[in-house]
């Protein structure tokens, strides 16, 4: 069965520094992988995807995530932070046989000024 | 999201009442699903739908139901309400796995 492990429910950085929120998945069969941004009393929101293309996936705001398989992650990178990036994150993991997005438990960065 | 509209966006009701929350899309995606969303447990999948009248369960289904009877709605209910179920529900809908999901903004729902 597929699943998603988000190190550190909590992550804070400086504002302009380096931005690394780390997913781990397993899944049976080549997955497909996301991450998801979630604001303060809003939906989710998607941020990148990876469907077998390239293995570096650049999305919106600046965010890029790897895939590497040998290491079964999908950490989520921007090489400065700001103010506006506080946020909540979620990686989700979907397996190739049809079956809903599994989310992990989340990951809330701060940015401090 | 535009596209999709859930109903009510808050709601307090008593343990033991029924309850049932409205997802509605303009999006004509196929695919439809319900998450909560609790502090430390991040989304769990409740119900989902890959079309009319076409539903089945996910991890935390227990004493919820939903029902599609058209493409552009997909209704959550609870059939007794308890405390437990005190949470945020997300609709949230796909034209396929593949895709990504687009969300709702979320109905609070508190049982008191």
């Known amino acids: 069965a597929q699943s998603v492990t988000q190190l550190g429910s909590h992550v804070s950085v400086s504002e302009g520094a380096l931005v690394l929120l780390r997913c781990n998945y397993s899944s049976s069969v080549p997955p497909y992988l996301f991450w998801y941004v979630q604001y303060p009393n809003q939906g989710l929101q998607l941020l990148l995807k990876y469907t077998s293309a390239a293995t570096l996936v650049k999305g919106i705001n600046g965010f890029e995530a790897e895939f590497k398989k040998s290491e079964t992650s999908f950490h989520l990178t921007k090489p400065s932070a700001h103010m506006s990036d506080a946020a909540e994150y979620f990686c989700?993991?979907?397996?190739?046989?049809?079956?809903?997005?599994?989310f992990g438990k989340g990951t809330r960065l701060s940015v401090i000024a | 999201d535009a596209g999709i509209t859930q109903s009510p966006r808050h709601k307090v009701t008593e343990t033991g009442t029924p309850v049932t929350l409205r997802c509605h899309q303009t999006?004509?995606?196929?695919?439809m699903y319900w998450y909560r969303q609790d502090p430390g447990h991040g989304l769990r999948l409740i119900h989902y739908s890959y079309g009319v009248k076409d539903t089945d369960k996910g991890e935390v289904s227990d004493g919820y139901s939903v029902s599609r009877s058209k493409t552009e709605d997909f209704l959550l209910t609870l059939e007794s309400a308890t405390s437990s179920q005190t949470s945020v529900y997300f609709c949230?809908?796909?034209?396929?796995?593949?895709?990504?999901?687009?969300f709702g903004s979320g109905t609070r729902l508190t049982v008191v």
């Open positions: 949230a809908t796909a034209t396929g796995e593949a895709d990504g999901y687009t």
């Open positions: 999006e004509n995606h196929r695919y």
């Open positions: 989700a993991v979907s397996d190739l046989r049809n079956t809903p997005l599994v």
